[in-house]
């Protein structure tokens, strides 16, 4: 992987977020021609500027809504492999503006796939969630072919982007005249709840946890104590993404489609389990719980990674307990001062070696 992506021009979208800045680290880490198209990073601090991405990709900050500005910068940039993460990723944030969520999903998405049909880029991976599926709310890990319908409108929006995806893939980038009529070979990529240093926005677990125990010295309040979420270290859909993206750019017509990278399926824990392993790690925190359900989630969801395991030959690298001692190192060692990126890079190197 790390010969293939050498030397490569890849663009990543929503670079300046989470999964994207990871996802931008460990591409320069592999030697990639890298550029980035996305808002400004929307927390203070971010793991954009920690790791000084600004410095080492050529990027440009805008809206994945504006079609002219983001084609123009595909067109200028030639990228050979696009990953497409810019989104509006919170549940509970869509509920208070369902239309930005829409537009950013839904019309972000489609606006990367008509740049990629109109520039000729050869492939395109493109990130949905593992929240696209119609939740049933039994214990059943999702596949790929199970129904789409999203319940919240952050869910629905990324289930009606996965549909663009297949339409798109069966209407321009059909696999079946791949080389005839086109030479794109495009995906889409559903992960489970990701975990890992860096990750500083509002009502996800992690980071809510990092500032009442290592910021405010508070107790943490936890709405969902029994909600089941199929959690993994951000690497390990990273590098799913990172294969399919070689896979389709070397032409493998078979890996168009829909993926899942999901954690095995005794790595899919309550929330209450996960924090009480996060106290263990960072050695302080106390919690309560304290119901909230007036904004409809999930409470039990699970991602089938059987498919991108026989098909791929990816699966998970971290358990759970790795990948929460690997998140509570990087934020001790953020808040202690010391060198993160440095931490950041071995972290990747130990990963992807390993």
Same mark, same amino acid.
């Given at each position: 992987?790390?010969? #293939?992506?050498?030397?490569?021009?890849?663009?990543? @979208?929503?670079?300046?977020?989470?999964?994207?800045?990871?996802?931008?680290?460990?591409?320069?880490?592999?030697?990639?021609?890298?550029?980035?198209?996305?808002?400004?990073?929307?927390?203070?601090?971010?793991? #954009?500027?920690?790791?000084?991405?600004?410095?080492? =990709?050529?990027?440009?900050?805008?809206?994945?809504?504006?079609?002219?500005?983001?084609?123009?910068?595909?067109?200028?940039?030639?990228?050979?492999?696009?990953?497409?993460?810019?989104?509006?990723?919170?549940?509970?944030?869509?509920?208070?503006?369902?239309?930005?969520?829409?537009?950013?999903? =839904?019309?972000? @998405?489609?606006?990367?796939?008509?740049?990629?049909?109109?520039?000729? =880029?050869?492939?395109?991976?493109?990130?949905?969630?593992?929240?696209?599926?119609?939740?049933?709310?039994?214990?059943?890990?999702?596949?790929?072919?199970?129904?789409?319908? *999203?319940?919240?409108?952050?869910?629905?929006?990324?289930?009606?982007?996965?549909?663009?995806?297949?339409?798109?893939?069966?209407?321009? #980038?059909?696999?079946?005249?791949?080389?005839?009529?086109?030479? @794109?070979?495009?995906?889409?990529?559903?992960?489970?709840?990701?975990?890992?240093? *860096?990750?500083?926005?509002?009502?996800?677990?992690?980071?809510?946890?990092?500032?009442?125990?290592?910021?405010?010295?508070?107790?943490?309040?936890?709405?969902?104590?029994?909600?089941?979420?199929?959690?993994?270290?951000?690497? /390990?859909?990273?590098?799913?993404?990172?294969?399919?993206?070689?896979?389709?750019?070397? *032409?493998?017509?078979?890996?168009? *489609?829909?993926?899942?990278?999901?954690?095995?399926?005794?790595?899919?824990?309550? =929330?209450?389990?996960?924090?009480?392993?996060?106290?263990?790690?960072?050695?302080?925190?106390?919690?309560?719980?304290?119901?909230?359900?007036?904004?409809? /989630?999930?409470?039990?969801?699970?991602?089938?990674?059987?498919?991108?395991?026989?098909?791929?030959?990816?699966?998970?690298?971290?358990?759970?307990?790795?990948?929460?001692?690997?998140?509570?190192?990087?934020?001790?060692?953020?808040?202690?001062?010391?060198?993160?990126?440095?931490?950041?890079?071995?972290?990747?190197?130990?990963? #992807?070696?390993?």
């Amino acid at each position: 992987m790390k010969e #293939f992506y050498k030397g490569k021009r890849v663009l990543v @979208t929503g670079h300046t977020g989470f999964k994207g800045a990871w996802l931008c680290q460990i591409l320069l880490d592999f030697g990639a021609q890298l550029a980035g198209y996305s808002l400004k990073p929307n927390t203070e601090p971010n793991l #954009f500027t920690i790791l000084k991405l600004d410095q080492k =990709v050529k990027h440009k900050i805008a809206d994945i809504r504006d079609f002219e500005t983001l084609d123009k910068f595909i067109k200028t940039f030639k990228p050979e492999i696009i990953f497409h993460l810019a989104a509006q990723p919170i549940v509970r944030a869509s509920y208070d503006d369902p239309k930005y969520t829409y537009e950013a999903n =839904v019309l972000g @998405t489609l606006n990367v796939l008509e740049s990629i049909r109109l520039n000729k =880029v050869p492939a395109g991976v493109i990130i949905t969630t593992d929240k696209v599926y119609k939740n049933l709310e039994k214990d059943i890990a999702y596949k790929e072919d199970d129904a789409l319908c *999203g319940w919240d409108p952050y869910s629905n929006s990324k289930s009606c982007a996965d549909l663009v995806v297949y339409s798109y893939q069966q209407s321009f #980038f059909n696999p079946e005249k791949y080389g005839q009529e086109h030479k @794109t070979l495009i995906s889409s990529a559903r992960s489970g709840n990701v975990i890992g240093g *860096g990750d500083w926005a509002q009502d996800r677990l992690i980071p809510d946890v990092m500032r009442a125990f290592l910021v405010d010295h508070k107790t943490l309040e936890i709405r969902s104590p029994r909600a089941v979420r199929p959690w993994q270290h951000v690497f /390990e859909p990273l590098s799913g993404y990172l294969l399919l993206g070689q896979r389709l750019h070397q *032409g493998e017509i078979d890996k168009a *489609g829909a993926w899942n990278f999901g954690p095995f399926d005794a790595d899919m824990q309550e =929330v209450e389990s996960v924090v009480k392993l996060l106290i263990d790690d960072l050695g302080v925190g106390k919690y309560q719980i304290k119901e909230d359900h007036t904004k409809h /989630e999930a409470n039990l969801l699970k991602l089938s990674n059987k498919k991108a395991s026989t098909q791929l030959h990816w699966q998970p690298r971290f358990s759970l307990k790795e990948a929460i001692r690997e998140t509570a190192r990087w934020y001790k060692t953020y808040y202690a001062g010391k060198d993160v990126l440095k931490l950041s890079k071995e972290q990747i190197k130990r990963f #992807f070696n390993d």
